[in-house]
T-cell receptor, first 113, second 115 residues
Framework: NAGVTQTPKFQVLKTGQSMTLQCAQDMNHEYMSWYRQDPGMGLRLIHY???????DQGEVPNGYNVSRSTTEDFPLRLLSAAPSQTSVYFC????????????FGDGTRLSIL | AQSVAQPEDQVNVAEGNPLTVKCTYS??????LFWYVQYPNRGLQFLLK??????LVKGSYGFEAEFNKSQTSFHLKKPSALVSDSALYFCAVRVFSGGYNKLIFGAGTRLAVHP
């Protein structure tokens, strides 16, 4: 049972480069979210999706794009990487009801030089 | 503003002693509250939740949490700590914004259990 799978696990980029962080879930969850985790700041919501074709901005969306063409996949794109985007990125999924817990991937550790 | 606060960056406990990790919240309406645990180099794992009903909820690995509406708190507890409980713990609250529900996380509390 794979759950939420994130790739790659580690990545180093140069300032200005672009890349896509992949996230896939096999639980048929409607909700998917991207968070970044920085020391002392908990998890901050970047973008989220409540179903295929529907996405919206979270707390810190600038510099990131998302799309949701299928229920299973929710990629996060960095358009032009900046050192401030150095972080650990987590993808999560859940059923749509508000009382349902989120299931997290193991994260992508991203360094921007 | 809707928020979650974890007032302690770190909690140190001796193995076998009871532990408490504190969480307070500020939301409008009835809160949906969650606790998650994060082990090194892993994603967050769900521990327990409060939606409605009994104020004391039980979760995974022997953890429990007490919901206190008057103090707007949801503290995580365990009667007897294990060294293996050492991890980063996050409190979260579900909020409704823009027609959808989202999770707001506290900054996290690092629990260190010493042998």
């Amino acid at each position: 049972n794979a759950g939420v799978t994130q790739t790659p696990k580690f990545q180093v980029l140069k300032t200005g480069q672009s890349m896509t962080l992949q996230c896939a879930q096999d639980m048929n969850h409607e909700y998917m979210s991207w968070y970044r985790q920085d020391p002392g700041m908990g998890l901050r919501l970047i973008h989220y999706s409540v179903g295929a074709g529907i996405t919206d901005q979270g707390e810190v969306p600038n510099g990131y794009n998302v799309s949701r063409s299928t229920t299973e996949d929710f990629p996060l794109r960095l358009l032009s990487a900046a050192p401030s985007q150095t972080s650990v990125y987590f993808c999560a999924s859940s059923l749509g009801a508000a009382d349902q817990p989120q299931h997290f991937g193991d994260g992508t550790r991203l360094s921007i030089l | 503003a809707q928020s979650v606060a974890q007032p302690e960056d770190q909690v140190n406990v001796a193995e076998g002693n009871p532990l408490t990790v504190k969480c307070t919240y500020s939301v409008s309406g009835n809160p949906y509250l969650f606790w998650y645990v994060q082990y090194p180099n892993r994603g967050l794992q769900f521990l327990l939740k409060y939606i409605t009903g009994d104020n004391l909820v039980k979760g995974s690995y022997g953890f429990e949490a007490e919901f206190n509406k008057s103090q707007t708190s949801f503290h995580l507890k365990k009667p007897s700590a294990l060294v293996s409980d050492s991890a980063l713990y996050f409190c979260a609250v579900r909020v409704f914004s823009g027609g959808y529900n989202k999770l707001i996380f506290g900054a996290g509390t690092r629990l260190a259990v010493h042998p």
